[in-house]
């Protein structure tokens, strides 16, 4: 299963924590994410306000949740 976090809080932070130690590494990605983040979880580039463009990025990333 591939997650992604939308935002780059440190609630967001806590997310992609949790959900890389349960799902393991590579099934986490975060957007736009931020550096604490980017350690562990991989970012990707997308404006969070904007509904295409998240779609778009689910598409490509093949995201399930």
């Known amino acids: 299963m591939r997650v992604l976090v939308v935002g780059s809080g440190a609630r967001e932070h806590a997310f992609c924590h949790a959900l890389t130690r349960d799902l393991g590494p590579g099934a986490v990605r975060c957007a ?3 550096a604490g ?3 562990t979880t991989p970012c990707l580039a997308v404006d969070p306000a904007d509904p295409a463009a998240v779609h ?5 990333e093949r ?3």
Request: hydrophobic residues 55%.
């Open 32 to 34: 736009p994410g931020n």
């Open 37 to 39: 983040i980017a350690a």
């Open 56 to 60: 778009a990025l689910i598409e490509r």
């Open 63 to 65: 995201i399930d949740f």
